[in-house]
């Protein structure tokens, strides 16, 4: 499948699914999510790399009493890695830049078992997850279950535009019947 992945291109993106709100500004277009980045170790890959790891403005953060780190600066904004990669994903860094269908590389959720699965699964906390415990319990009860079914499945990924359309009709149906 990576190898699918065209030649003139560097670095791959899904966007975050649509369960937060996009920050101010990204409202149209939402974000791509820093949390799946693929690059391709070219010269265009390495020079993506070099100007979002220049873009980091260590000023903007600190530690408190605690010792864990701190910042003024928004989710996904300037001040935050999220918001660098947008911010260069925008500007000098297009060119190198593919989306990849959020579906199959940044899905918030498991597919029922025997289904195939997306191929990353992003399982951030939910809105309706107030604190860390109710995330963790979710999220080791879906790894337990894929991996009780890992022997019995092929990788599932679709192979043509119509079945990755279905990919992403159920991702919104999903979506669709969880916010409520």
Known sequence: MLAGLPAGKSVFLAKD????????????????????????????GREFLRQWCSRFDASRWSRDKD??????????????????????????????????????????????????????MHLMRRPMELAGVAKQA??????QALLSVLEESDDGLPRSALELRRWEDHEEQWWSTTRK
């Open 17 to 44: 699914p649509t369960m937060w709100p996009a920050p101010e500004g990204w409202e149209q277009t939402g974000v791509y999510c820093s949390g799946f980045v693929l690059v391709r170790l070219d010269a265009g």
């Open 67 to 120: 010792g864990k780190w701190k910042t003024d600066g928004n989710w996904a904004g300037p001040t935050y890695e999220q918001g660098q990669l947008n911010l260069l994903v925008q500007s000098e860094g297009a060119d190198q830049v593919l989306e990849l269908p959020q579906a199959l590389f940044n899905s918030c959720f498991a597919r029922p078992l025997g289904m195939p699965q997306p191929v990353v």
């Open 138 to 143: 979710r999220v080791a009860s879906t790894f």
